[in-house]
Protein backbone atom coordinates (compact mmCIF):
# COMPACT_ATOMS: atom_id res chain seq x y z
CA UNK A 1 0.00 0.00 0.00
CA UNK A 2 1.45 3.43 -0.99
CA UNK A 3 0.87 6.80 0.53
CA UNK A 4 -2.77 8.30 0.28
CA UNK A 5 -4.04 11.52 -0.14
CA UNK A 6 -7.08 13.14 1.80
CA UNK A 7 -9.00 12.27 -0.94
CA UNK A 8 -8.35 8.54 -1.61
CA UNK A 9 -11.59 7.06 0.28
CA UNK A 10 -13.35 9.31 -2.67
CA UNK A 11 -11.84 8.13 -4.98
CA UNK A 12 -12.64 4.74 -4.43
CA UNK A 13 -15.84 5.63 -3.00
CA UNK A 14 -16.32 6.73 -7.04
CA UNK A 15 -14.75 4.06 -8.54
CA UNK A 16 -11.62 4.99 -9.78
CA UNK A 17 -8.78 2.83 -10.87
CA UNK A 18 -6.17 3.39 -8.52
CA UNK A 19 -2.37 2.82 -9.47
CA UNK A 20 0.99 3.54 -7.73
CA UNK A 21 2.50 6.90 -8.79
CA UNK A 22 5.35 7.70 -7.00
CA UNK A 23 4.64 5.89 -4.06
CA UNK A 24 1.44 7.18 -3.72
CA UNK A 25 -2.16 5.75 -4.36
CA UNK A 26 -3.59 7.67 -7.02
CA UNK A 27 -6.83 7.29 -9.42
CA UNK A 28 -5.84 7.02 -12.91
CA UNK A 29 -9.65 7.40 -14.42
CA UNK A 30 -13.00 7.35 -13.07
CA UNK A 31 -14.22 5.01 -16.50
CA UNK A 32 -12.94 6.76 -19.66
CA UNK A 33 -9.59 8.71 -20.07
CA UNK A 34 -10.70 10.19 -23.12
CA UNK A 35 -13.31 11.80 -22.08
CA UNK A 36 -11.63 13.05 -19.29
CA UNK A 37 -9.50 14.51 -21.19
CA UNK A 38 -12.23 16.03 -23.36
CA UNK A 39 -14.22 17.29 -20.47
CA UNK A 40 -11.18 19.33 -19.35
CA UNK A 41 -10.31 20.86 -23.03
CA UNK A 42 -14.08 21.66 -23.66
CA UNK A 43 -15.67 22.45 -20.28
CA UNK A 44 -14.08 21.87 -16.63
CA UNK A 45 -11.94 18.85 -15.00
CA UNK A 46 -10.48 18.42 -11.58
CA UNK A 47 -7.61 16.60 -10.72
CA UNK A 48 -6.54 15.79 -7.30
CA UNK A 49 -2.88 17.02 -6.92
CA UNK A 50 -2.64 16.49 -3.32
CA UNK A 51 0.48 13.88 -3.72
CA UNK A 52 2.36 17.37 -4.41
CA UNK A 53 3.99 18.68 -1.72
CA UNK A 54 4.07 22.15 -0.82
CA UNK A 55 6.73 23.77 1.39
CA UNK A 56 6.57 27.05 3.09
CA UNK A 57 9.90 28.74 3.45
CA UNK A 58 10.46 31.82 6.19
CA UNK A 59 13.24 34.18 7.22
CA UNK A 60 15.16 37.38 6.46
CA UNK A 61 17.12 36.14 4.27
CA UNK A 62 14.88 33.89 2.53
CA UNK A 63 15.03 35.85 -1.30
CA UNK A 64 18.77 35.85 -1.61
CA UNK A 65 18.92 32.20 -0.92
CA UNK A 66 16.29 31.45 -3.52
CA UNK A 67 17.92 33.30 -6.29
CA UNK A 68 21.12 31.28 -5.29
CA UNK A 69 19.22 28.46 -5.01
CA UNK A 70 17.11 28.08 -8.25
CA UNK A 71 18.11 28.56 -12.44
CA UNK A 72 15.16 30.91 -12.35
CA UNK A 73 15.83 34.83 -10.78
CA UNK A 74 12.71 34.70 -8.06
CA UNK A 75 14.33 38.53 -7.99
CA UNK A 76 11.65 39.32 -10.52
CA UNK A 77 8.64 38.81 -8.04
CA UNK A 78 7.84 42.27 -7.07
CA UNK A 79 3.36 41.54 -6.68
CA UNK A 80 2.25 39.47 -3.71
CA UNK A 81 1.35 36.40 -5.05
CA UNK A 82 3.41 35.96 -8.58
CA UNK A 83 4.30 33.12 -9.07
CA UNK A 84 7.86 31.60 -10.71
CA UNK A 85 8.41 28.41 -12.29
CA UNK A 86 11.96 26.96 -12.21
CA UNK A 87 14.45 23.99 -12.29
CA UNK A 88 16.63 23.44 -8.81
CA UNK A 89 20.07 22.38 -10.00
CA UNK A 90 22.96 20.36 -9.14
CA UNK A 91 26.53 21.92 -9.43
CA UNK A 92 26.72 19.74 -12.50
CA UNK A 93 23.81 21.24 -14.40
CA UNK A 94 21.63 18.18 -13.56
CA UNK A 95 17.95 18.72 -12.55
CA UNK A 96 16.70 18.07 -9.22
CA UNK A 97 13.54 18.96 -9.83
CA UNK A 98 11.12 21.83 -11.71
CA UNK A 99 9.24 23.71 -9.07
CA UNK A 100 6.63 26.70 -8.83
CA UNK A 101 7.71 29.29 -6.16
CA UNK A 102 4.95 31.46 -4.96
CA UNK A 103 5.62 35.16 -3.53
CA UNK A 104 3.83 35.96 -0.76
CA UNK A 105 6.45 38.59 1.13
CA UNK A 106 10.07 39.57 0.56
CA UNK A 107 10.66 36.97 3.95
CA UNK A 108 7.43 34.81 3.11
CA UNK A 109 7.64 32.35 -0.49
CA UNK A 110 5.95 29.09 -0.76
CA UNK A 111 7.34 26.28 -3.09
CA UNK A 112 5.50 23.47 -4.58
CA UNK A 113 7.88 20.27 -5.65
CA UNK A 114 6.84 17.00 -7.31
CA UNK A 115 6.20 14.07 -5.40
CA UNK A 116 8.29 11.89 -6.32
CA UNK A 117 11.25 14.41 -5.39
CA UNK A 118 9.76 15.66 -2.44
CA UNK A 119 11.60 13.91 -0.27
CA UNK A 120 15.20 14.75 -1.89
CA UNK A 121 14.32 18.26 -2.74
CA UNK A 122 13.69 19.05 0.66
CA UNK A 123 16.85 17.35 2.02
CA UNK A 124 19.07 19.46 -0.60
CA UNK A 125 17.14 22.93 0.05
CA UNK A 126 17.79 22.25 4.21
CA UNK A 127 21.48 21.19 3.43
CA UNK A 128 21.56 24.38 1.66
CA UNK A 129 19.74 26.59 4.65
CA UNK A 130 22.32 25.77 7.17
CA UNK A 131 23.49 28.65 9.27
CA UNK A 132 20.81 30.97 6.95
CA UNK A 133 18.22 31.69 9.54
CA UNK A 134 15.40 29.98 7.58
CA UNK A 135 12.31 28.03 8.08
CA UNK A 136 11.91 25.29 5.57
CA UNK A 137 8.35 23.95 6.61
CA UNK A 138 6.92 20.60 4.50
CA UNK A 139 2.54 20.91 4.54
CA UNK A 140 1.48 17.48 4.48
CA UNK A 141 -1.39 18.94 6.77
CA UNK A 142 -2.84 20.39 2.97
CA UNK A 143 -4.32 19.41 0.59
CA UNK A 144 -4.52 20.14 -3.37
CA UNK A 145 -7.04 20.14 -6.21
CA UNK A 146 -6.24 21.37 -9.56
CA UNK A 147 -9.53 22.55 -11.31
CA UNK A 148 -8.86 23.51 -15.01
CA UNK A 149 -10.51 24.28 -18.18
CA UNK A 150 -12.12 27.11 -20.20
CA UNK A 151 -15.44 26.61 -17.84
CA UNK A 152 -12.97 26.08 -14.94
CA UNK A 153 -13.32 29.17 -13.34
CA UNK A 154 -17.14 30.10 -13.82
CA UNK A 155 -17.86 26.41 -12.38
CA UNK A 156 -15.39 27.37 -9.46
CA UNK A 157 -17.65 30.33 -8.22
CA UNK A 158 -20.47 28.50 -9.24
CA UNK A 159 -19.33 26.24 -6.38
CA UNK A 160 -17.71 28.88 -3.68
CA UNK A 161 -19.58 32.14 -4.56
CA UNK A 162 -18.34 33.85 -1.52
CA UNK A 163 -14.64 33.22 -2.85
CA UNK A 164 -15.33 34.84 -6.03
CA UNK A 165 -14.14 38.82 -4.88
CA UNK A 166 -10.79 37.53 -3.99
CA UNK A 167 -9.84 35.28 -6.47
CA UNK A 168 -11.33 37.21 -10.24
CA UNK A 169 -8.83 39.49 -10.23
CA UNK A 170 -5.89 36.97 -10.05
CA UNK A 171 -3.88 37.00 -12.93
CA UNK A 172 -2.28 33.94 -14.57
CA UNK A 173 0.34 32.83 -12.71
CA UNK A 174 -0.52 34.19 -9.67
CA UNK A 175 -1.89 33.22 -6.39
CA UNK A 176 -3.59 34.38 -3.29
CA UNK A 177 -5.29 33.40 0.33
CA UNK A 178 -8.73 33.38 0.33
CA UNK A 179 -10.87 32.76 3.70
CA UNK A 180 -7.72 30.08 4.75
CA UNK A 181 -7.26 29.02 1.36
CA UNK A 182 -4.83 29.55 -1.11
CA UNK A 183 -5.93 29.86 -4.54
CA UNK A 184 -3.53 30.20 -7.64
CA UNK A 185 -4.27 30.65 -11.29
CA UNK A 186 -1.76 27.99 -12.21
CA UNK A 187 -2.40 24.61 -13.87
CA UNK A 188 -0.41 21.69 -15.70
CA UNK A 189 -3.08 20.98 -18.82
CA UNK A 190 -2.84 23.93 -20.90
CA UNK A 191 -5.98 25.43 -20.12
CA UNK A 192 -7.42 28.30 -17.62
CA UNK A 193 -8.37 27.57 -14.12
CA UNK A 194 -7.19 27.09 -10.53
CA UNK A 195 -4.77 25.10 -7.72
CA UNK A 196 -6.52 25.34 -4.87
CA UNK A 197 -4.71 24.42 -1.69
CA UNK A 198 -7.16 24.10 1.34
CA UNK A 199 -6.53 22.34 4.48
CA UNK A 200 -7.00 18.33 4.48
CA UNK A 201 -10.26 18.02 6.47
CA UNK A 202 -11.78 19.99 3.98
CA UNK A 203 -10.89 18.32 0.76
CA UNK A 204 -13.86 15.91 0.41
CA UNK A 205 -16.44 18.46 0.87
CA UNK A 206 -14.56 20.89 -1.28
CA UNK A 207 -14.63 18.12 -4.16
CA UNK A 208 -17.97 17.23 -3.81
CA UNK A 209 -19.00 20.78 -3.93
CA UNK A 210 -16.93 21.30 -7.64
CA UNK A 211 -18.67 18.31 -8.63
CA UNK A 212 -22.11 19.02 -7.72
CA UNK A 213 -21.18 22.57 -9.62
CA UNK A 214 -20.24 20.70 -13.03
CA UNK A 215 -16.70 19.93 -12.44
CA UNK A 216 -15.35 16.25 -13.83
CA UNK A 217 -13.19 14.28 -11.66
CA UNK A 218 -10.44 13.40 -13.91
CA UNK A 219 -7.55 11.02 -13.00
CA UNK A 220 -3.55 11.16 -13.70
CA UNK A 221 -4.56 9.34 -17.21
CA UNK A 222 -5.88 12.37 -18.57
CA UNK A 223 -3.53 14.62 -17.23
CA UNK A 224 -0.57 13.32 -18.37
CA UNK A 225 -1.74 13.73 -22.34
CA UNK A 226 -3.20 16.96 -21.67
CA UNK A 227 0.30 18.16 -20.32
CA UNK A 228 1.86 16.51 -23.43
CA UNK A 229 -0.13 18.19 -25.80
CA UNK A 230 0.45 21.77 -24.14
CA UNK A 231 4.10 20.58 -24.12
CA UNK A 232 4.79 20.14 -20.82
CA UNK A 233 7.88 18.19 -18.70
CA UNK A 234 7.62 15.63 -16.67
CA UNK A 235 10.11 15.22 -14.48
CA UNK A 236 11.81 11.67 -14.40
CA UNK A 237 10.78 11.68 -18.64
CA UNK A 238 11.78 15.04 -20.09
CA UNK A 239 14.09 15.71 -17.60
CA UNK A 240 16.18 14.17 -14.88
CA UNK A 241 19.60 14.77 -12.98
CA UNK A 242 21.17 13.67 -16.27
CA UNK A 243 19.99 16.15 -18.32
CA UNK A 244 20.32 20.12 -18.14
CA UNK A 245 17.54 22.63 -18.76
CA UNK A 246 18.42 23.82 -21.81
CA UNK A 247 18.27 20.16 -23.09
CA UNK A 248 14.92 19.93 -21.80
CA UNK A 249 13.37 23.02 -23.37
CA UNK A 250 13.57 24.71 -20.64
CA UNK A 251 15.93 27.57 -21.51
CA UNK A 252 13.52 30.23 -20.47
CA UNK A 253 14.01 29.44 -16.85
CA UNK A 254 17.18 29.85 -16.99
CA UNK A 255 17.79 33.67 -16.24
CA UNK A 256 20.92 34.61 -16.95
CA UNK A 257 20.56 38.46 -16.87
CA UNK A 258 21.98 39.14 -13.62
CA UNK A 259 25.65 38.23 -14.00
CA UNK A 260 26.58 38.56 -10.66
CA UNK A 261 23.75 36.15 -9.46
CA UNK A 262 25.88 32.89 -8.80
CA UNK A 263 23.02 30.13 -8.68
CA UNK A 264 23.55 26.06 -8.26
CA UNK A 265 24.99 24.97 -11.61
CA UNK A 266 25.30 28.10 -13.70
CA UNK A 267 28.92 27.57 -14.34
CA UNK A 268 28.19 23.55 -15.52
CA UNK A 269 26.10 25.03 -18.05
CA UNK A 270 28.25 27.99 -19.70
CA UNK A 271 30.78 25.01 -19.93
CA UNK A 272 28.71 22.67 -21.16
CA UNK A 273 26.99 24.15 -24.56
CA UNK A 274 24.09 21.91 -25.37
CA UNK A 275 24.14 19.49 -28.45
CA UNK A 276 20.59 18.25 -27.87
CA UNK A 277 17.33 19.88 -27.83
CA UNK A 278 13.53 19.16 -26.76
CA UNK A 279 11.21 18.81 -29.78
CA UNK A 280 7.71 17.62 -30.48
CA UNK A 281 7.18 14.68 -32.67
CA UNK A 282 3.74 14.13 -34.76
CA UNK A 283 3.24 10.71 -35.81
CA UNK A 284 2.67 10.57 -40.00
CA UNK A 285 1.98 6.36 -39.60
CA UNK A 286 -0.67 4.53 -37.60
CA UNK A 287 0.49 3.59 -34.50
CA UNK A 288 1.48 4.96 -30.89
CA UNK A 289 4.39 7.08 -29.47
CA UNK A 290 5.79 6.54 -25.75
CA UNK A 291 9.09 7.28 -24.09
CA UNK A 292 12.25 5.64 -25.18
CA UNK A 293 11.62 4.65 -28.77
CA UNK A 294 14.70 5.69 -31.10
CA UNK A 295 14.25 8.25 -33.48
CA UNK A 296 15.99 8.83 -36.55
CA UNK A 297 16.82 12.54 -38.18
CA UNK A 298 18.91 13.57 -40.80
CA UNK A 299 20.81 15.07 -38.28
CA UNK A 300 21.73 12.28 -36.16
CA UNK A 301 19.97 10.00 -33.80
CA UNK A 302 17.34 10.72 -30.40
CA UNK A 303 14.87 9.31 -28.37
CA UNK A 304 11.59 10.01 -27.31
CA UNK A 305 10.96 11.40 -23.82
CA UNK A 306 7.21 11.34 -23.61
CA UNK A 307 5.00 9.88 -26.32
CA UNK A 308 1.05 9.34 -26.27
CA UNK A 309 -2.54 9.41 -28.17
CA UNK A 310 -3.19 12.74 -28.50
CA UNK A 311 -6.93 13.26 -28.00
CA UNK A 312 -7.15 16.64 -28.96
CA UNK A 313 -5.66 15.88 -32.16
CA UNK A 314 -6.92 12.38 -33.20
CA UNK A 315 -3.21 11.04 -33.46
CA UNK A 316 -0.33 10.05 -31.55
CA UNK A 317 2.25 12.97 -30.50
CA UNK A 318 5.63 12.70 -28.72
CA UNK A 319 8.59 14.68 -26.84
CA UNK A 320 11.99 13.80 -28.06
CA UNK A 321 15.96 15.10 -27.30
CA UNK A 322 17.19 14.92 -30.61
CA UNK A 323 20.56 17.06 -32.11
CA UNK A 324 20.13 20.52 -32.18
CA UNK A 325 20.96 21.01 -35.52
CA UNK A 326 17.29 19.32 -35.99
CA UNK A 327 14.68 21.68 -37.10
CA UNK A 328 11.10 22.30 -37.23
CA UNK A 329 9.59 20.81 -40.62
CA UNK A 330 12.18 18.07 -40.71
CA UNK A 331 11.59 14.40 -41.12
CA UNK A 332 12.25 11.75 -38.86
CA UNK A 333 12.16 8.23 -38.50
CA UNK A 334 10.74 6.87 -34.96
CA UNK A 335 11.58 2.95 -34.41
CA UNK A 336 7.93 1.33 -32.56
CA UNK A 337 7.95 -1.74 -32.27
CA UNK A 338 10.42 -3.13 -34.56
CA UNK A 339 9.11 -0.54 -37.39
CA UNK A 340 10.33 2.22 -38.52
CA UNK A 341 7.31 5.21 -38.64
CA UNK A 342 7.22 8.48 -40.48
CA UNK A 343 6.96 11.59 -38.12
CA UNK A 344 6.81 14.93 -38.33
CA UNK A 345 8.90 17.29 -36.54
CA UNK A 346 7.59 20.74 -34.71
CA UNK A 347 7.72 22.87 -31.79
CA UNK A 348 5.51 22.77 -28.98
CA UNK A 349 3.12 22.56 -27.99
CA UNK A 350 0.40 20.64 -29.71
CA UNK A 351 -2.76 21.63 -28.41
CA UNK A 352 -3.75 24.11 -25.50
CA UNK A 353 -6.83 26.19 -25.30
CA UNK A 354 -9.20 23.95 -26.47
CA UNK A 355 -7.31 24.07 -29.89
CA UNK A 356 -4.49 22.36 -31.71
CA UNK A 357 -1.93 24.37 -32.03
CA UNK A 358 0.08 22.05 -35.43
Sequence with gaps: MGNRTPLHDTHVAAGAKIVDFAGWDMPIHYGSQIAEHHAVRRDAGMFDVSHMLAIDLEGPEARPWLRRLLANDVGRLG???????????????????????????PTRYRIVVNAGTADKDLAWMRARAEGAGLMLVPRRD???IAVQGPRARER????????????EPLAAFQGGEADGWFVAR??????????????????????HALQAAGVTPCGLGARDTLRLEA?????????????GPVESGLAWTVDLRDADRDF???????????????????????GILRAHQ??????????????????????????????????????????????MLRARVVRPPFARHGKAMI
Design 79 to 105: AAGKALYSCMLRDDGGVIDDLIVYFLS
Design 142 to 144: LAM
Design 156 to 167: FWAAFPALRAAT
Design 186 to 207: TGYTGEDGFEVTVPAAAAPAAW
Design 231 to 243: GMNLYGQDMDEAV
Design 264 to 286: VGRRALAARPPERQLVGLVLEDK
Design 294 to 339: RVICGAGEGETTSGSYAPTLDRSVALARVPVAVRPGDEALVEVRGK
